[in-house]
């Protein structure tokens, strides 16, 4: 199935969670956060979170300064 992440499209497999995802791409959970259809997961459902095909995920990341 295809997930779009930031308007870029990746390869997943069916029934994966955002947890999962996530891990598979190398990223750490620290620092950032991630919307679907514009509405941002909380950390703790992200392995409740399933995605499904043509999901469109926004990932944003923390950055600090001033």
């Known amino acids: 199935m295809t997930i779009i992440l930031n308007d870029k499209p990746y ?22 956060a991630v919307a679907i259809d514009y509405e941002v997961v909380p950390r703790d459902r992200w392995a409740d979170t399933i995605l499904s095909d043509h999901m469109e995920l926004m990932l944003i990341h923390a950055v600090s300064g001033g």
Request: hydrophobic content about 40%; aromatic content about 4%; overall charge negative.
């Open 11 to 32: 390869e997943t497999d069916e029934g994966m969670s955002l947890a999962a995802f996530i891990e598979r791409l190398g990223l750490r959970p620290q620092g950032i």
